[in-house]
C-alpha cells in the first residue's frame, strides 16, 4: 500500500521569523527559568506569529507543514528555549495526529483544526496521564458524564484553550469483556470545574509550566466523547500518537544537545590542549548519534503507517535519541571544562533541561519490553 505525504507543505516563513524572534525567546526563556514561571510570553509570541496553526492542512486554513518540516521548526526552537520548544511540541503533535486523521481517516476533525488555525486555539496534551491505562472517572449522566481525575505534566496549561484527555467509565456498560473503557474528549480550560494545580517545581523545564490539571465534577456531553477504547491495551488511536508525537517531542531534546555542543565548542575554541580536543571530539561524535537516530525516527515516521511495528520502531529511536542527547550534554560540560560549571556559561540549564527527554512513553524498562515482546512474536498487550 502506497503511502502518500502526511501534508503538503505550504510556504510559511517560520525560519525566518525564529531567526527574528529567537533572541527575545532566549532572554524571556532565561528569565523564566531563573525565576521558576512559565514561558507564557514566548507562547504569546509564537501564537501571535502563526505557529500554534503550522501542522494544520493549507486547505484549513493552516500552515501545512509536514511532520519532518515541524520537527525542523521545533528543533530549531529549543536552540533559543528548550521549555518553549517543548510545549510548542506538546501543542504541535495533539494537532498533528488531528490532522492525520482528517486526512486518512476522513475523521470530523477539520472544525477543531479550523479553529485552531483561524483562532490560534492552544490544544493541551495531558502527557503520560492518559497513556494505555487512562486515569479518573466518567460517571454516567444524563446527556454525558460527569468527570473527576487529575491529569499530571500537562505542558503549557497556564495558556491553553482546550484539554485533550479522558477518563475510564464508571457504568456497567463500560465494563467489556476486555475490561474497563476508556472514553476520550477535549474540556475548555475555561469549563465549570476545570482548575490548575500548581505542582511543577522541577529540575528542569522549569519553563513549561508543566501543572497538573483538576477535573472536579465536569461535565462532558455524550456529543464531545470523540473515542471510546479498552484501557490499558495498544488501540490504534496510540498506535496514532505513537507514530505522530515522539518524533516531535524527541526534536526539541535533540534541539537541546544541539545547542548545548555549540556553547562548548565555543569554550573550548579558547583552549588546544589535546585532552580538550579529545573531549570535542567525543563530544561531536555523540552528538552525531543523536542527529543520526533522530533523523531516522522523523524520516521514517513520515511515510509509515500507525501499528505494532512502527510503535516498537518509534520506541527504539526514542530510547537511541534520549540516551545519546543526555550523553552529548554532559560531554558538553566536560569539553567547555570549568567555565561549562557557571550557569551564566547555560550549560547548566542544558543538563537539567535534557534530563526531561528520560521520562517521557515509553521510558526504558518499558520500551525493552514491548521490542522484546515484538521480536519474539508474543502480544504487545502482554
Known sequence: MSVQPLLKPSTPDWSSDLARLGPQIAEEGRRCDAE???VGANIATLKEHGFLGLAVPSELGGGGLS??????????????CGGT???LAMHTHTVAAAAWRWRYQKAPTDGLLKRVAGERLQLLSSGGSDWLPGSGTAEKVEGGYEVNALKIFASGAPSASIFMTGAVELTPEGQTAEGPTALQFGVPMNASGVSIVETWDTLGMRGTASHSVKLENVFVADAAIAARRPAGVWHPSFHLISMVAFPLIYAVYTGVAEAARDIAV???AKRTQPETIDAVGQLDTE????QIAHRSMVDSMEQAQPGP???NKV???????????VKTVELALVAAGGAGFFKSMRLERAFRDIQGARYHPLTDSQQQKLAGRMALGLPIDG
Open 309 to 311: 511495528e512502527t510503535t
Open 287 to 290: 552528538l552525531a548519534a543523536t
Open 36 to 38: 521558576n514561571r512559565y
Open 85 to 87: 520548544a517543548l510545549v
Open 266 to 268: 565555543a569554550a573550548a
Open 67 to 80: 511532520r519532518i518540516e515541524l520537527a525542523s521548526m521545533l528543533r530549531e526552537l529549543a536552540h533559543y
Open 315 to 325: 520506541f527504539q529511536h526514542r530510547a537511541l535519541v534520549a540516551r545519546s542527547a
